[in-house]
């Protein structure tokens, strides 16, 4: 049975850190691209910071910078580091595991998905 199970989130203030897990079952991230995606309420989800099969990353213009997306292939895990968080980056945060080998950051490309941890930064 595949499982994403994130954790790592929580309140913080403008300037903090947060670093999210998404620990995986049923399947390795070896061999699956990785995509953190963010929903804030009353908006589309959207990725945030991906990673493709082959390893290349991108991550959307508003966290340039400041998010970084990686895997520990020994713990099965991938994680996404978070710095000098702002109040716009509030929202749930999702990681999911697709098949595309480059970067891709279309939602309906994401067959597993975890259950979401919140961030939430305040100002």
């Known amino acids: 049975q595949v499982q994403l199970v994130e954790s790592g989130g929580g309140s913080v203030h403008a300037g903090g850190s947060l670093r999210l897990a998404c620990a995986a079952s049923g399947f390795t991230w070896s061999t699956y691209s990785v995509g953190w995606f963010r929903q804030a309420p009353g908006k589309e989800r959207e990725g945030v910071a991906i990673?493709?099969?082959?390893?290349?990353?991108t991550c959307a213009d508003s966290v340039k910078g400041r998010f970084t997306v990686s895997k520990a292939l020994g713990l099965n895990t991938v994680y996404l580091e978070m710095t000098s968080l702002k109040p716009e980056d509030t929202g749930m945060y999702y990681c999911a595991a697709g098949s595309r080998l480059g970067p891709d950051s279309l939602v309906p490309d994401y067959f597993y998905w975890g259950q979401g941890t919140q961030v939430t930064v305040s100002s």
């Open positions: 990673m493709g099969k082959d390893g290349t990353k």
